[in-house]
């Protein structure tokens, strides 16, 4: 299989992990703080991670822990910010149509600080992506609150995070680099947590057991995959993909809890799947960047 091809199954399959990982999280958190939980998922994740890469941690220890600490730090923040919107923004359908610009911002933050222009296909697709998020995520009018800011902040901290990534990813063994970045994850969410919040006496024998299941399929297995994806998938191509999340999100909401699938929904999905093909397509010019990666990784 030609490997730009590999990578981008590889992100179709984080994105499915990722989705997946929003109902985990929901039913931790019924038990756990939510900085806390973070801390907690993010520090044991790593710590599943260490025994089969700490020999290469070792050989490597600077390089490792520089960019640990730079891509870690990144995503910790992001999703702090993001965790904090949540709590003080009084409705979460507009911030959820903020986070998902995200990976939208991929494409234009590598034209700016990296001058790799997106092609034709880019910008004709955009407007059909952007209208089915905003379809998605929008119920009724646009009520604007302070929570929003936070939202902005995290998106393009997250947006940040996904460049690095894809910048370094190709240069660095997968298993050092995950561990790496979910230690500084870790860390970073109980450093906050036992800052800010109060931590329950006792844990409920169900909030442990769904603490373990975001470990390992939502966080190790999601981030090992993510990276590994990032190595072979061109950054831009990698972000558009990640645009499925809050359809997969949706399509597990119908099945698990049997939400309606309205019209608008339909609309929605239909647009998104629609402008990912347009900007995957061949048809606005010989070369297109979104399928370029940016390194040719050694085998």
């Known amino acids: ?19 997946a990982g929003w109902f985990v999280s929901r039913q931790a958190i019924e038990a756990l703080p939510v900085s806390g939980f973070i801390g907690l998922r993010f520090l044991l994740a790593a710590l599943v991670l260490l025994p089969f890469c700490w020999r290469d941690i070792a050989a490597n220890f600077t390089l490792t ?13 992001g999703l702090l910010l993001w965790i904090y919107a949540v709590a003080v923004s009084p409705t979460l359908s ?35 992506v952007l209208a089915g998020l905003m379809l998605l995520s929008l119920q009724g009018s646009w009520n604007f609150a302070s ?44 450093l906050v947590s036992l800052a800010t919040e109060t931590w329950p006496e006792r844990i409920s024998a169900a909030g442990i057991g769904w603490l373990l299941v975001s470990v390992l399929p939502a966080t190790v297995l999601r981030y090992v995959v993510q990276i590994a994806g990032q190595r072979l998938a061109a950054p831009v191509t990698a972000a558009l993909i990640m645009l499925l999340e809050p359809v997969w999100v949706l399509l597990f909401s119908l099945l698990i809890y049997q939400e309606p699938f309205s019209p608008q929904k339909q609309l929605a999905c239909a647009l998104m799947f629609i402008g990912l093909l347009i900007t995957r397509s061949r048809l606005f010019g010989r070369r297109n960047t979104l399928s370029k990666p940016l390194t040719n990784p050694e085998p």
């Open 1 to 19: 299989m030609e490997a730009t091809r590999k990578g981008e199954l590889l992100m179709l399959l984080t994105s499915l992990l990722a989705a």
């Open 65 to 77: 822990a520089r960019n640990g600490l730079l891509t870690g730090g990144l995503l910790g923040a």
């Open 94 to 128: 507009e911030g959820g149509f903020i986070t998902s610009l995200a990976m939208l911002f991929v494409p234009l933050l590598n034209w700016l600080f990296f001058r790799n222009r997106p092609p034709l296909a880019f910008w004709l697709g955009l407007p059909l």
């Open 147 to 190: 929570g929003h800011i936070w939202f902005a902040a995290s998106s393009l901290l997250m947006s940040l995070f996904f460049i690095v990534n894809s910048r370094l990813a190709p240069h660095l063994p997968v298993l050092p680099f995950s561990c790496a970045q979910l230690l500084v994850v870790g860390v970073m969410g109980l």
